[in-house]
T-cell receptor, first 112, second 110 residues
Framework: SQTIHQWPATLVQPVGSPLSLECTVE??????LYWYRQAAGRGLQLLFY??????ISSEVPQNLSASRPQDRQFILSSKKLLLSDSGFYLC???????????FGSGTQLSVL | KNEVEQSPQNLTAQEGEFITINCSYS?????LHWLQQHPGGGIVSLFM???GKKKHGRLIATINIQEKHSSLHITASHPRDSAVYIC????????????FGKGTSLLVTP
């Protein structure tokens, strides 16, 4: 089965600073990759998904961007963080649409 | 957008009790996921189903497509079952985007 490595586990950043969260996947090739955000008291929201290297789709307009430089690497970035970017970020992968989803352990981001 | 409602929001049970968590959705779907989120935040996929019933250990998931409703049952509950249980749905119109419920927070006491 797939294993997702996500780091860091927690991050405290000042407003206006850059962000880079990294996710790598083991145990599969050519996975679909996802970045989700879970804001306090709210459900998970899909931010970005990727079906292949260099292919990124955004679900919601925002201050964040994503990149997939390698098949099993997915990066979430921001040039200047906003307070509203605070939340719990989860990387996920699957082998195809309607396949079982695997999640990373998440990054708790606090923007102060 | 598919509205996903879970009930109850919070649930406390004694060890050994039979537990049911419900999920209703507003638009026809192609698949429904049940996820488990532990206090540390990590999420595990429990089930993905599009019809009928699935069982894994003490967990059972059912779905009624006509009624747009799914249930997650836990038999002989144990304190280690304490977690947030999340329902999520997808349909062909939503592409890769799952619509998530807000979760049901379950506490099983010894």
């Amino acid at each position: 089965s797939q294993t997702i490595h996500q780091w860091p586990a927690t991050l405290v950043q000042p407003v206006g600073s850059p962000l880079s969260l990294e996710c790598t996947v083991e145990g599969t090739s050519n996975p679909n990759l996802y970045w989700y955000r879970q804001a306090a008291g709210r459900g998970l929201q899909l931010l970005f998904y990727s079906v292949g290297i260099g292919q990124i789709s955004s679900e919601v307009p925002q201050n964040l961007s994503a990149s997939r430089p390698q098949d099993r690497q997915f990066i979430l970035s921001s040039k200047k963080l906003l307070l509203s970017d605070s939340g719990f970020y989860l990387c996920a992968s699957d082998r195809g649409f309607h396949e079982k989803l695997f999640f990373g352990s998440g990054t708790q981001l606090s923007v102060l | 957008k598919n509205e996903v409602e879970q009930s109850p929001q919070n649930l406390t049970a004694q060890e050994g009790e039979f537990i049911t968590i419900n999920c209703s959705y507003s638009v026809g779907i192609s698949a429904l996921h049940w996820l488990q989120q532990h206090p540390g935040g990590g999420i595990v996929s429990l089930f993905m189903l599009s019809s009928g019933k699935k069982k894994h250990g003490r967990l059972i998931a059912t779905i009624n497509i006509q009624e747009k409703h799914s249930s997650l049952h836990i038999t002989a509950s144990h304190p280690r079952d304490s977690a947030v249980y999340i329902c999520a749905v997808s349909n062909s119109n939503s592409g890769y985007a799952l619509n998530f419920g807000k979760g049901t927070s379950l506490l099983v006491t010894p």
